[in-house]
């Protein structure tokens, strides 16, 4: 087990060895290797990324690629990637842990076994580049899992870095490995925004079409005309005006009735497309309804509200003492503004030139205060209040037939919210139809079986 100091919000005893430690040295303690390994630099380097939809994938790579990078997107994880996870992992992890841990052994293996490159080259040339943090839940151990698991798979000493997922542009990483700069959040930001674009409409599209199949075909000639855009570096707004004119050409009976579905809670099982969720936003579309996906904007201007939250409650407090406020917290808010700012005009921007119209962008003030009866603001793991204030929000301004909690058994987070907030929740709006679910890796038939019976509430409200 490491010992994190970083994570300060975690209120432990120390033992006298920890405090030692601190005492003596304050940098962050890092396993290493006992193998004497001789790693490519860091331009002869592949990186390696656990994926989020195939379109964001695409995107990603490409956008990254433009800087001169040499970045790999793992395919969508399956459940023989699960199979490998849990032959490799620890026990007792959430299932997000073992798809994402199995991903990437089942990739290595590939290579080795059948590219046949050598062992030694790939934890030389390869490396795995992920998102950690500090939380509520097991999400903060993931590197070591990452790191426990490649080393019983035969991969020890392969290189794993990170970038705290709270921290955007304002990273204090010592990475020699990417620098994780202004310019490569701003680039990694936009293909998230217009990755989240083109998913939306192809939820909105895809159940309407009259021949199956045209929606997805569409937006494969738009993933490719953008991301040659990305390495190009062409302007990204006229291939998406170019895109405008494809899915144009989608023919659909907007006519047909279709009970409209939610999906919302834990951020992996809420954002794959795979069978980490049992192919959950798939299976609702051969099931004859239309969903609303959780885009990954949500979760960045989640982490711009919470930050802003905190720097009210410093200036607050600062107040109340009698103290003077901080420039360095000054800079941050302003600096939190603008990327606020420029998130938020680019997803217009885009959206208006792609021809995505009538999508209203969460506001997280308005949603904040329509949890805030139910759910602490202060508290904010996991999704935070978004699970509550999505619930309310749908119910008040019908915005969806039913309502889908998504999650991984044994979920902390989303669990405490899924299963006992929104318990108080349903009780006060007796109209709301909420499924709370989990995904484990096993189990799909049950899964499918109460997802068809809440469904069926939802075409009868449809028909009445």
Request: aromatic letters at 10%; charged letters at 25%; hydrophobic letters at 40%.
């Amino acid at each position: 087990m490491s010992f994190q100091p970083s994570c300060s919000n975690i209120k432990t005893p120390l033992s006298s060895i920890e405090l030692e430690y601190i005492t003596k040295d304050k940098t962050q303690w890092h396993q290493k290797s006992k193998l004497n390994i001789k790693y490519a630099p860091a331009k002869d380097s592949i990186a390696i990324f656990n994926g989020f939809t195939p379109i964001h994938d695409k995107l990603i790579v490409s956008a990254i690629n433009s800087l001169g990078k040499n970045f790999i997107a793992l395919p969508t994880p399956d459940f023989e990637a699960f199979a490998r996870g849990k032959i490799f992992g620890n026990k007792g992890q959430c299932n997000p842990a073992y798809f994402t841990v199995g991903n990437l052994i089942k990739y290595l293996q590939n290579l080795r076994d059948k590219e046949k490159i050598p062992t030694k080259e790939i934890i030389e040339r390869y490396f795995l580049v992920t998102v950690g943090g500090c939380g509520p839940c097991r999400f903060g151990m993931y590197i070591t899992e990452y790191k426990k698991a490649l080393k019983d798979a035969g991969f020890d000493g392969f290189r794993v870095t990170n970038f705290d997922h709270e921290k955007g542009i304002f990273q204090k990483i010592d990475n020699k490995l990417i620098e994780f700069n202004p310019k490569f959040f701003i680039t990694l930001t936009k293909a998230v925004i217009i990755g989240d674009i083109l998913n939306i409409i192809g939820y909105k599209l895809r159940p309407y079409e009259i021949e199956k199949g045209s929606t997805n075909q569409a937006l494969n000639q738009c993933k490719n005309i953008i991301s040659n855009a990305f390495l190009d570096k062409k302007s990204l707004t006229i291939a998406m005006y170019k895109c405008q004119k494809i899915i144009k050409n989608i023919k659909i009976d907007k006519k047909q009735t279709k009970p409209i579905v939610m999906v919302m809670g834990e951020f992996w099982a809420t954002i794959t497309e795979g069978d980490g969720n049992y192919n959950l936003h798939k299976f609702l579309e051969l099931e004859g309804a239309e969903c609303i996906p959780q885009p990954l904007i949500n979760r960045l201007l989640l982490n711009i509200w919470e930050a802003e939250y905190k720097l009210n409650q410093q200036k607050e407090i600062a107040i109340d003492t009698d103290k003077t406020i901080d420039f360095s917290q000054a800079k941050s808010k302003i600096l939190i503004r603008l990327a606020k700012i420029a998130l938020l005009s680019h997803f217009k921007l885009y959206s208006k030139v792609i021809g995505l119209k009538d999508y209203k962008i969460a506001n997280m003030e308005y949603l904040s205060k329509l949890a805030k009866p139910y759910y602490p603001l202060d508290v904010n793991g996991g999704e935070g209040f978004l699970e509550v204030a999505h619930l309310i929000e749908a119910i008040q301004n019908n915005l969806a037939h039913l309502v889908i909690s998504i999650k991984p058994f044994g979920c902390m987070p989303s669990s405490a919210v899924s299963d006992g907030i929104q318990s108080l929740v349903v009780n006060r709006f007796p109209s709301a139809n909420f499924l709370s679910i989990e995904t484990s890796g096993e189990g799909s038939a049950n899964f499918y079986s109460r997802v068809q019976m809440a469904l069926f509430k939802a075409k009868e409200r449809v028909k009445n």
